[in-house]
């Protein structure tokens, strides 16, 4: 089964996927986080919440918390 390697927390996880590759919206949906308070990395660049990432690659999530 594909499946994608995800940075979450300092912790590495593998994200099963239906097909060869997800939408950057769609992964944070499966992961419940909300696309406006996150940010998704894949080496040096800046994921779009239309970009796709594919099987096999590894991302970081990085979500902003407000202590307000």
Not at 58 to 68: D, E, R
């Amino acid at each position: 089964m594909p499946e994608i390697k995800v940075e979450l927390e300092g912790k590495e996880i593998s994200i099963p996927i239906k097909k060869q590759s997800i939408r950057v919206d769609s992964l944070l949906k499966k992961l419940s986080i909300y696309p406006e308070t996150a940010v998704v990395v894949k080496g040096k660049e800046l994921l779009c919440d239309d970009d796709r990432i594919n099987n096999g690659e590894k991302v970081k999530i990085i979500v902003a918390t407000s202590k307000g």
